[in-house]
């Protein structure tokens, strides 16, 4: 298979603090991952393109030192949102691809962000 | 700007039945088109990819067509069961160009 965890599943944070959230491949490596953002009933939304070793591509509008995005290695990917405020409520999921000829994204079960 | 529709927020079926979904675009000639599955509070599961060279592809229940001269794929899920019930999603990239989601269609298969 390709299983891909996201940690924590849920967070409740204060407002001004920060919060990291891993997503790990667990039975493959993944040269490249993937962060979406949901609101409800809305569809995913692209944050930013990770790559094993190399800095983050943030899609328009994302603000990169807000969010920052480390690749460390083929299995492990991590989301920070720092300074975090209300408005960065949501559901935030990862994906990663096995290999660079291969399309399919696996994703995570995603992260329920609660910015108090 | 590229965009996708998902014509039909919602879909309601009687069991047994098939259902089909329809994912049309504008604004774009992607080279491969994508299914997801996801379930309230999940993440998404992938299902299906198919080329633009490629009219039609199975797999189990699943069906999905694309027409690059429609700018339309449709997603059929035949013998439908209550397990189906789910959100669909269609995703479109060129490569490794990113995926670009549409919003979804929720099934509801009724006993």
């Known amino acids: 298979g390709a299983v891909v965890s996201q940690h924590p599943s849920r967070v409740i944070c204060k407002s001004g603090t920060s919060v990291k959230i891993e997503c790990r491949s667990l039975d493959f490596q993944a040269t490249t991952m993937f962060w979406y953002r949901q609101f409800p009933k809305k569809s995913l939304m692209l944050m930013a393109t990770?790559?094993?070793?190399?800095?983050?591509?943030?899609e328009q509008g994302v603000e990169k030192d807000k969010f920052l995005i480390n690749h460390a290695s083929l299995t492990l990917s991590t989301l920070t949102v720092t300074s975090a405020h209300p408005e960065d409520s949501s559901f935030y999921i990862c994906?990663?691809?096995?290999?660079?000829?291969?399309?399919?994204?696996?994703f995570g079960p995603g992260t329920r962000l609660t910015v108090t | 700007s590229q965009k996708i529709e998902q014509n039909s927020e919602a879909l309601n079926i009687q069991e047994g039945k098939t259902a089909t979904l329809t994912c049309n675009y504008t604004?774009?000639?992607?080279?491969?088109l994508q299914w997801y599955r996801q379930d309230p509070g999940r993440g998404p599961v992938f299902l299906l990819l198919?080329?633009?060279?490629?009219k039609e592809k199975r797999k189990e229940r699943l069906k999905v067509t694309f027409d690059t001269t429609l700018k339309q794929s449709l997603f059929h899920i035949t013998a439908s069961q209550p397990a189906d019930s789910a959100t669909y999603l269609c995703a479109l990239h060129s490569g490794n160009t990113p995926l670009v989601f549409g919003k979804g269609t929720r099934l509801s298969v009724i006993a």
């Open positions: 604004n774009y000639s992607p080279a491969y």
């Open positions: 198919i080329r633009e060279n490629e």
């Open positions: 990770s790559n094993e070793g190399s800095k983050a591509t943030y």
């Open positions: 994906s990663a691809r096995r290999g660079r000829s291969s399309y399919e994204q696996y």
